[in-house]
């Protein structure tokens, strides 16, 4: 069980602790880049950096990385495209770094390799622990880049970076809006894995591509099953992507459209999700805040309320602000609350009311 916890907000990073027992308080323990949006922030595994996304709106997104716990902080050049390079899919615009969503580790064999995903649509790596970066252009020049498109952002998004802890060399990543893409040599080439998938804002709502990945998180006990939340929906791959099928709530339950996803670190069959009304209206259903968990796959959802707001809520569950551990489970939400579970989601009792919009949470 990981007792601290990294919570960005718009108004800066919370390191948050606990004493280690279940069910003690957290406490903040340090706050760093107040009043700047922290987009993401997590610690790698590997070497203990703790790497923050920073959001400074005109100037773009900035990369700060900690090798003390957060004591001290050190920018980093962020990833930049090549000089001449537009943004698809009319290529009207110059292509620059507007937006970072995350950083991810590279396999455990690779200490200094890093992955970036950012806003417009590109996938950069890292070879030297993040003193440089350079764009992976085989997935940037993709022949299907002229189907993708911004959603909630002007430009398309990287929104997902999975790993395989198998095979370092196999790699799933998300771009919103333009879909599942899958590397098994490393980025040199990328397949786009999205039959299955449906999305009813295209004129072909089976196309190959132009889908919407919210977030896809592989289940660590057998990385060959992969969850998505999509803008229609949710879906699950038990074959690496090859095909998805859509698992969403059939029996007039909330869990379909929303952003945030967590699965479980044991049984590929266990995920929670955080429901929401789907595209313009972006509230959680009924306006009762509930977190929805599968342990059959997808076959069947339970929604966990005790302890969250039931009445009169405009809460939002942003795509990385929802993380588990153990049996505890975090989440922030866009009006500034923060939820904790030590039981899988069954009860949750609210830490604060009163952050600024929470854009991720992530165990350290």
């Not at 950012?118 to 970066?133: A, H, K």
Request: proline fraction near 6%; aromatic fraction near 10%.
């Amino acid at each position: 069980m990981h007792n601290k916890l990294l919570v960005g907000t718009r108004k800066g990073l919370l390191i948050m602790s606990r004493n280690g027992a279940a069910n003690s308080e957290w406490e903040v323990e340090s706050a760093h880049f107040e009043a700047i949006p922290v987009v993401y922030a997590f610690r790698d595994p590997r070497n203990d950096i703790i790497w923050v996304s920073l959001d400074h709106g005109h100037w773009g997104g900035k990369l700060h990385r900690s090798r003390d716990g957060g004591a001290s902080w050190e920018e980093v050049e962020a990833p930049k495209y090549p000089e001449g390079d537009a943004v698809p899919p009319d290529f009207s615009v110059p292509a620059k770094t507007n937006y970072i969503w995350l950083i991810e580790p590279g396999g455990v064999e690779e200490p200094n390799r890093l992955y970036v995903g950012t806003d417009p649509g590109g996938l950069f790596l890292s070879d030297d622990g993040g003193d440089s970066f350079q764009l992976v252009d085989t997935l940037w020049h993709h022949p299907s880049n002229t189907h993708w498109f911004g959603a909630g952002r002007d430009h398309p998004g990287t929104v997902a970076i999975q790993v395989d802890p198998r095979d370092s060399r196999h790699l799933i990543i998300g771009i919103s809006v333009g879909g599942v893409y899958v590397s098994r040599d490393g980025g040199e080439n990328w397949a786009a894995r999205n039959r299955g998938l449906y999305a009813d804002y295209l004129p072909d709502p089976l196309h190959e591509h132009g889908h919407d990945p919210h977030i896809i998180l592989a289940s660590p006990s057998n990385p060959d099953v992969l969850w998505q939340q999509n803008h229609c929906g949710i879906f699950r791959s038990e074959d690496g992507g090859m095909q998805w099928r859509d698992i969403s709530d059939k029996n007039g339950g909330p869990a379909g459209f929303g952003f945030a996803l967590a699965v479980d670190d044991e049984d590929e069959r266990v995920a929670w999700v955080a429901p929401a009304v789907s595209a313009e209206y972006r509230v959680p259903v009924d306006r009762a805040l509930v977190i929805s968990r599968t342990e059959d796959g997808g076959e069947t959802w339970q929604d966990l309320r005790s302890g969250l707001p039931q009445e009169n809520c405009y809460d939002l569950v942003f795509r990385h602000a929802l993380d588990k551990t153990g049996d505890t489970l975090a989440f922030g939400t866009t009006a500034g609350n923060f939820y904790v579970s030590d039981d899988r989601g069954d009860n949750w009792r609210c830490l604060t009311h009163n952050l600024a919009v929470v854009y991720s949470a992530r165990f350290m």
